[in-house]
């Protein structure tokens, strides 16, 4: 394709539907009662279906004018409306000032051609004041900023652009999210919902706007003189879009947060949604203290083999090295030389010794009691992860309550400013408006910091840094799992005597299969032996075998040789007449051996064994009190977590139908004290009920979960969603009480 053809394609392309759409346009409008320039409206045509909706509210019986779009700069003319953004509307806020804005030293003005110039002029002011170059840049359909347009800029002011539609408008802001810069709707706070990062607190109150100018346009159609647009309706405080503050990685003041209405949530691309399930798995397999103890179970699992040890043979060598006098070693005939130097090899066995049969029985016990204490250690830790993630639940959704709580009190507020305007209402409601105006956002302000609180206790848990997201997702309260639809649990709730029968069997199953009380059991076993080892160690000795080989390795000096084995012919002469006369002469240097048994009985150790008796006596009457103490503990917890959990399932349906009532209490409050027919205290109270109850429905249901893992902890049961075998332990064969007697809760 040569270069004309792409010309004359990119003339069709850009040209030729505004030109073939004027006609039509021209048609529509000379068919109309009131024509006006889509300009003037921030959302262009867009806002043209509900400025007709105005209209025909205010006809209220007499005939609608047609309202259609006019060409740009014809149409109604309205006093005070030659420009959607006058300069005394741009600077009634200090724009650079804005959070995103404040160490900025360029700063793009977008917006349509036509409206640069006079805003341009507007700002200028602001922006030598603080020293920043204000760089107008002109946006269309077929025009966006560059790549090179962009570089370098540390954000953006976007007046209203009638001529982009939803879409085009999307496409700008992820732009500009792209190369990294933050904007500021400075006229229309809806293109925050499109990706702009915040608004000025300025922006156009969009049913506000719409409102006055159906006012201005039905006087024109009814030949009435419009009032003058001399002042333009704000909405009083910023639209921020946590989305896009997420992508700029830009971290609104806390001050920002709670002033602003908040648009979509903050992007974590790092969390990934959790479980419960998953998140007790991850805990079980990635928290350090759990790691911690199972080494310290390996760890301490030795004395068992230490205290086996004893009975074991020992085997070890020893030298000797002697020196005595010379006239000693000289009288000994050659049996103990002035010095010698000898080595053995000596076998010792331990053939019989109570306390050494007691240390492995003791040493036994205690490593079981070890190992059922760690299961014991793991279910704890499952069930303060369960808590604490059913907490972040019951906290998200405590924030859904007091943001809905938070805009209510801002209308009201609102509501009130509008009638102090208007002579309707004093000073006095303002300010108590005003007043819970803060306590919402107080109470909203502190859900966020126990959410983050709690968030990083529970990362600690699983074993994660502090500061990772989590994403909770909702268990599914109805499923079979929790309970929900179940048959043998709806028999349970049937009636204070099915649920007293069902206690009692989940109290004999638990003190049955707790692994507290094993453990526990494993401890006094281990105290009982051990008394019974002090005991008899005052009658039972103890018993060993020891065999013993020595070898001379060398002698020297004084009496190294006996005199008859010198080497001097006569004297041997004489030593071989005696051997031959059948007399024997002892060598020297001979190698020696011994085998013996030994029984060791002591008598008295300064009353060591007796103290030593009495303290393990002592010990297992204490063993014996922890044991009843947590029988009785262990079945305190279960019965309060079942009649909590029953409690608890039935507060939902109640606290639901409390909501719904107290909503409806509430709506018809605020129109009554809009009437007038109300007192302010009134509305008041009317909301703290409803608040109160929209917090107590949201916790309802995670108080029975919160009881439910309470009860599998009791029971042995890892926390969570269960399967079908972990529920027919939970229940107890509680269907089998539907034949002896008891209704259930579907036949009621």
Known sequence: MNAIARTRLFILRYLAAPLLALPLAVASAAAADLTLDPRLLPGGEGDLPALRQELERLSAGRRTPELAAAAPGTGVRLPGLDALESPEFLTTTDLLALEPLTSASR???????????????????????????????????SRYPSAADLQGADGALVLALPGLDGDAQHRLFDRLAEAGVPSVALTDARQVERGALLSSPGALDPDAWRRRLALRLDDVAAGRPPEPLDARPGLGRSWLNLETAARLDWSPSFALLGEARLVGEAAAPEAAPLALSQAVALALSASPALAAARQGVEVEAFDRDLAASRYRPSLYLEATGRMIDETRARAALGQEPERLVSGGAVLEQLLFSEPALAAIAVAGSLDRARRAELEVESLDLALAVSREFLDLLRLDASREVLEADLELARAQRDQAVRGETAGAVGRGEVARFE????????????????????????????????AAPLAPVEPELDGPEWLGGDDQFLAVLDSPASLADWQGRLVTAALRDSAELEAIGELRQAAHRELTSRRRAFWLPEVGLEARY??????????????????????????????????????????????????????????RRSIERDRSAARLEQVALEDAEARLGLE??????????????????????????????????????????????????????????????????????????????????????MAAEARERLLADAGGALGEGHTTGEGR
Do not use: C, F, K, M
């Open 107 to 141: 700063v793009l003005l977008l917006g349509p051609a036509e409206a640069l110039e006079a805003a341009g002029e507007a700002l200028a002011g602001q922006a030598r004041l603080r020293g920043i170059a204000l760089v107008p840049l002109a946006v269309a359909p």
């Open 435 to 466: 007043a819970e105006l803060t306590q919402a956002r107080e109470r909203l302000e502190q859900a966020v910091a126990d959410r983050e609180r709690l968030a990083i206790a529970l990362n600690r848990r699983l074993g994660r840094a502090p």
């Open 550 to 607: 020595t070898s001379e390795l060398s002698r020297a000096g004084e009496g190294e040789r006996a005199p008859w084995e010198s080497s001097n012919p006569v004297v041997q002469a004489g030593v071989g007449a005696l051997e031959g006369a059948g007399v024997g002469l002892p060598d020297t240097g001979r190698d020696q051996w011994s085998v013996g048994v030994s029984a060791r009985l002591p008598l008295y150790a300064g009353g």
């Open 636 to 721: 305190a917890r279960l019965r309060a977590a079942s009649v909590e959990l029953a409690a608890a399932w039935r507060r939902i349906v109640l606290r639901d139908e409390a909501r719904e009532h107290a909503e409806e209490a509430l709506a018809l409050a605020e129109e009554a004290w809009r009437e007038g027919a109300l007192s302010q205290v009134a509305l008041l109270d009317a909301r703290t009920s409803a608040r109160q109850a929209g917090l107590a429905a949201a916790e309802g249901r995670w108080q029975a979960l919160q009881a439910l893992v309470h009860l599998q902890r009791a029971l042995g049961i890892t926390p969570g969603p």
